[in-house]
């Protein structure tokens, strides 16, 4: 497995070209809006974290409720999404104490975006809560760039509230603990333009072996209710990120709360001719 920054032009073996100044035994959680958006999206980085002696924690927001392909299922799909969701990430490696069900319906999560919303608990309270007492150092959010309103919302979840685990606020939702780094992976979609060149918008990536490639594959194949839906979608999209015996995964990086650098303001103020 390889890692790549696509800005620095610069390929090597380090974890550290996405997670920089990366140390053993950190803490990375997954965002996943649902319960197989990571396995499809973030698959590889979940493998080289735990190759990288970190440990990976899923966070899966919503219940799986929306997924029955027929009437049928459609009182029993919660229970077994649940399961199967279980099963392929322990397949990656990931043991079920580190995978963790916030429960909401599907299609529904910008309405519990919000710290307090009409009859429920929101999700920031429960999300501090998470990455405070498992002291997460890094986080891996869903691509919010026209995948899925569900998928949005996680993103924008992440981006303006997990920062706040570090704040001195909240402080019955735990000790403060700072995230360090942000990434974005895509599950189905192309990433935000960034200017970089055409057809590149992804900052960085990960280039896997097909043995790593067949693990996600097997992982994916728990989602076993899933069957029909995945079909043809996913065949199609783990076919374009191979090529020859290559497998990619794109990330986009996420630069939080940059300081206002103030130098070049006195410097036009310094030109400017004064009126009278």
Not at 6 to 27: Q, T, V, Y
Not at 219 to 244: I, P
Not at 245 to 274: A, C, N, Q, S, W
Request: aromatic content about 10%; proline content about 5%.
């Amino acid at each position: 497995m390889d890692f790549v920054d696509f800005r620095a032009s610069a390929r090597g073996k380090d974890i550290g070209m996405l997670f920089p100044d990366w140390k053993a035994g950190e803490r990375v959680a997954f965002f996943s809006p649902h319960d197989d958006d990571v396995a499809l999206g973030a698959g590889y980085l979940v493998l080289a974290v735990l190759a990288a002696g970190g440990i990976a924690e899923v966070i899966i927001f919503c219940r799986g409720d929306a997924g029955y392909s027929t009437v049928e299922e459609k009182e029993t799909i919660v229970a077994t999404r649940r399961a199967e969701a279980l099963a392929a990430y322990n397949l990656l490696g990931i043991p079920s104490d580190n995978i963790h069900f916030f429960g909401l319906p599907d299609l529904s999560l910008m309405t519990y975006v919000n710290r307090q919303v009409p009859g429920a608990e929101g999700l920031l309270d429960k999300m501090l809560r998470l990455l405070r007492g498992r002291r997460i150092s890094r986080v891996v959010l869903p691509n919010p760039n026209l995948e899925n309103w569900d998928h949005t919302a996680v993103y924008n979840l992440g981006v303006y509230g997990a920062p706040q685990a570090g704040d001195p606020i909240l402080a019955d939702l735990g000790e403060p603990s700072p995230i360090q780094t942000f990434l974005v992976y895509s599950v189905w979609g192309d990433f935000e333009p960034a200017g970089l060149e055409p057809g590149v918008r992804a900052d960085a990536g990960i280039i896997a072996t097909r043995d790593e490639e067949d693990g996600v594959k097997k992982a994916l194949a728990a989602f076993v209710s899933q069957a029909r839906v995945m079909a043809a979608t996913v065949a199609h999209e783990r076919d374009r990120r191979r090529l020859k015996d290559r497998y990619l995964e794109l990330y986009g990086r996420v630069e939080l709360r940059g300081p206002v650098d103030y130098l070049p303001y006195f410097e036009l103020i310094d030109k400017m001719k004064t009126r009278s």
